[in-house]
T-cell receptor, first 110, second 117 residues
């Protein structure tokens, strides 16, 4: 079983729609959670950290469910520029390794 | 502020040859990480330096890989001899503080795409 699992997609979504990504992780000791965004042939960039209380940044909302070991990312009013691969990342904080999901590809269509 | 830089951007070598990848972290960042993404797979941690010391090298695949960070500034990752399965994108990242959550955001370089033929 993979440590971090994501639906690889692709998700084909019309511009303006709302899209949700889910991610599950296997290590219950995981302490920090992130969503990264990676454009084609580019480096991953931190989109947002995920806090236990949930957090929102503009059109993006992240949620964490520790009991179910589940993380989500919601994108509202999607833009063409949101097209990318979204990577779910966790760490257990005893080390500083980032444990990566394989990513979910999102394609926003006009 | 200059970001993380990596050199070369691409490298194509034959099986059995040696390749050295270089990473220059953001100035002042003590933490430096190497990651690798093999085609079709998720990004995997290789190792972590704190200044010039290897803090965690549990992700290094085998002894054909040697990472150094002399002086605690830039780092090199040498693959010798290279095998076909070493092909992939090697990312370097750096961070300033140690802690949890966004306080230790890792900033990634553009990666080196290594192809072993």
């Amino acid at each position: 079983r993979k440590e971090v699992e994501q639906d690889p997609g692709p998700f084909n979504v019309p511009e303006g729609a709302t899209v949700a990504f889910n991610c599950t992780y296997s290590n219950s000791a995981s302490q920090s959670f992130f969503w990264y965004r990676q454009d084609c042939r580019k480096e991953p960039k931190l989109l947002m950290s995920v806090y236990s209380s949930g957090n929102e940044d503009g059109r993006f909302t992240a949620q964490l469910n520790r009991a179910s070991q589940y993380i989500s990312l919601l994108i509202r009013d999607s833009k063409l520029s949101d097209s990318a691969t979204y990577l779910c990342v966790v760490t257990d904080d005893s080390n500083y390794q980032l444990i990566w999901g394989a990513g979910t590809k999102l394609i926003i269509k006009p | 502020e200059a970001g993380v830089t990596q050199f070369p951007s691409h490298s194509v070598i034959e099986k059995g040859q040696t390749v050295t990848l270089r990473c220059d972290p953001i100035s002042g960042h003590d933490n430096l990480y190497w990651y690798r993404r093999v085609m079709g797979k998720e990004i995997k941690f290789l190792l972590h330096f704190v200044k010039e010391s290897k803090q965690d090298e549990s992700g290094m695949p085998n002894n054909r890989f040697l990472a150094e960070r002399t002086g605690g500034t830039y780092s090199t990752l040498k693959v010798q001899p290279a095998e076909l399965e070493d092909s992939g994108v090697y990312f370097c990242a750096s961070s300033h503080v140690r802690g949890t959550g966004a306080s230790y955001e890792q900033y990634f370089g553009p990666g080196t795409r290594l192809t072993v033929t």
